[in-house]
């Protein structure tokens, strides 16, 4: 079977074998025998997030599809300062294959806050942790309070608690160096008909409110859905525009000193002082990952898409000759308009990052994971 067909980008070469165990329970015994056989293995989701190769994988694809969502219990609010809680917090857990768009749909039809800006993002609920999965000023990592994890080094499941994540902007532990899967989530929400206070100022403009105002739950879904589906970012087979991982790159994160040397109206945040740089001096290579700068006040966040505009790449955009091309509706997206390969959707997103850092000295980094391919 093709793994292009079980990805929203629609690339990537065929499996030896693909399973998809149905409970968490068979999910756990299928990756431990695989892992015990010493194949090659590849967990996949929703395959929203994820750029596979064009070559065949020679191993065995664990699909997971598990399924449950449940409400655990009503509890005292949890001191993160990060969640919003003035009513009964509640706990639910969250099997790993639970498309996570139906999880938030479940929530705000509850009356659940705390995930309602997430609306719309594709893919699987087991997914969301390990890329810190954030839209429109949330992020899930500030209503996560621990996951079930299946350690690859040692075959033990365990409960790890949010706080031993990692979690930063669009990263994780497990993203980053921690082997295994994630078997289940555990979130805490709040009971009540408000949201959130509104923080992103394009979804208070979108609602017609101000910055720290709550309304209504799904009136936050109905706006975000919309915002996404004007972006091309709402999965649709007839839109070639949501054939595409999403955005391809992550807004950077500078220090302030870099941060004022650019031109006045480009867009900036303040960030947390804790976020590393991924910014690489004009003239020097590249490294692999990130390096911080010199610790500074504070730290500002970028928009990728305000830098790849400024180089000329604009929506629509496309190498000659290549199916794959910067979306129409979205210049941080990457898709495919038929017939694409993942080394064309490569070659335009190695081209994106040649040019923003020669124009600007910001070497971007991907979002999706990379699977039997790299740029």
């Given at each position: 079977?093709k793994?292009?067909d079980?990805?929203?980008?629609?690339?990537?070469?065929?499996?030896?074998?693909i399973?998809?165990?149905?409970?968490?329970?068979?999910?756990?015994?299928?990756?431990?025998?695989?892992?015990?056989?010493?194949?090659?293995?590849?967990?996949?989701?929703?395959?929203?997030n994820?750029?596979?190769?064009?070559e065949?994988?020679?191993?065995?694809?664990?699909?997971?599809?598990?399924?449950?969502?449940?409400?655990?219990?009503?509890?005292?609010?949890?001191?993160r300062?990060?969640?919003?809680?003035?009513d009964?917090?509640?706990?639910v857990?969250?099997?790993?294959?639970e498309?996570?768009?139906?999880?938030v749909?479940?929530?705000?039809?509850?009356?659940l806050?705390?995930?309602?800006?997430?609306?719309?993002?594709?893919?699987?609920?087991?997914?969301?942790?390990?890329?810190?999965i954030?839209?429109?000023?949330?992020e899930?990592?500030?209503?996560?309070?621990?996951?079930?994890?299946?350690?690859?080094?040692?075959?033990?499941l365990?409960r790890?608690?949010a706080s031993?994540?990692?979690?930063?902007y669009?990263?994780?532990?497990?993203?980053?160096?921690?082997?295994?899967?994630?078997?289940?989530?555990?979130l805490?929400l709040?009971?009540?008909a408000l949201?959130?206070?509104?923080?992103?100022?394009?979804?208070?403009?979108?609602?017609?409110?101000?910055?720290g105002?709550?309304?209504?739950?799904?009136?936050?879904?109905?706006?975000?859905l919309?915002?996404?589906?004007?972006?091309?970012?709402?999965w649709?087979?007839?839109d070639?525009?949501?054939?595409?991982?999403?955005?391809?790159?992550?807004n950077?994160?500078?220090s302030?000193?870099f941060?004022?040397?650019?031109?006045?109206?480009?867009?900036?945040?303040?960030?947390?002082?804790?976020e590393?740089?991924?910014?690489?001096?004009?003239?020097?290579v590249?490294?692999?990952?990130?390096?911080p700068?010199?610790?500074?006040?504070?730290?500002?966040k970028?928009?990728?898409a305000?830098?790849?505009?400024?180089?000329?790449?604009?929506?629509g955009?496309s190498?000659?000759?290549?199916?794959?091309?910067?979306?129409?509706?979205?210049?941080?997206?990457?898709?495919?308009?038929?017939?694409?390969?993942?080394?064309?959707?490569?070659?335009?997103?190695r081209?994106?990052?040649?040019?923003?850092?020669?124009?600007?000295?910001?070497?971007?980094?991907?979002?999706p994971?990379?699977?039997?391919?790299?740029?």
């Amino acid at each position: 079977m093709k793994l292009a067909d079980l990805t929203t980008l629609r690339v990537g070469g065929s499996a030896a074998r693909i399973l998809a165990p149905a409970s968490s329970g068979e999910l756990v015994a299928t990756l431990l025998d695989v892992w015990a056989s010493g194949e090659d293995w590849l967990l996949l989701g929703g395959g929203s997030n994820v750029v596979i190769g064009d070559e065949d994988f020679d191993g065995t694809v664990i699909r997971v599809v598990t399924r449950g969502v449940e409400r655990v219990s009503s509890v005292s609010p949890s001191p993160r300062p990060s969640a919003y809680h003035d009513d009964n917090a509640v706990r639910v857990r969250v099997q790993a294959g639970e498309p996570w768009d139906a999880v938030v749909a479940d929530a705000v039809a509850s009356g659940l806050a705390g995930i309602e800006a997430l609306s719309g993002i594709p893919g699987s609920s087991g997914a969301a942790p390990i890329q810190n999965i954030g839209a429109y000023g949330q992020e899930v990592g500030s209503s996560l309070v621990s996951i079930d994890f299946l350690d690859f080094e040692t075959g033990e499941l365990a409960r790890i608690p949010a706080s031993g994540l990692e979690l930063g902007y669009r990263t994780s532990a497990i993203k980053h160096g921690r082997t295994g899967a994630v078997i289940a989530i555990e979130l805490e929400l709040t009971e009540g008909a408000l949201s959130q206070p509104i923080a992103y100022a394009q979804l208070a403009g979108a609602l017609g409110v101000r910055i720290g105002d709550r309304v209504p739950l799904d009136a936050v879904r109905d706006a975000v859905l919309s915002l996404r589906a004007a972006k091309g970012m709402l999965w649709n087979e007839s839109d070639r525009d949501s054939y595409s991982a999403g955005s391809f790159f992550t807004n950077p994160i500078v220090s302030e000193n870099f941060a004022r040397k650019l031109p006045a109206d480009a867009p900036r945040w303040p960030t947390a002082p804790d976020e590393k740089d991924v910014v690489v001096p004009l003239g020097e290579v590249p490294p692999a990952e990130p390096v911080p700068l010199a610790a500074v006040d504070y730290r500002v966040k970028l928009s990728a898409a305000w830098l790849i505009e400024q180089t000329g790449i604009h929506r629509g955009f496309s190498l000659p000759g290549s199916h794959a091309g910067i979306s129409r509706k979205h210049t941080l997206a990457i898709v495919n308009r038929g017939g694409a390969t993942a080394a064309e959707v490569l070659e335009l997103a190695r081209y994106v990052q040649t040019r923003v850092f020669a124009e600007f000295g910001v070497q971007l980094q991907p979002e999706p994971v990379l699977v039997g391919a790299a740029l």
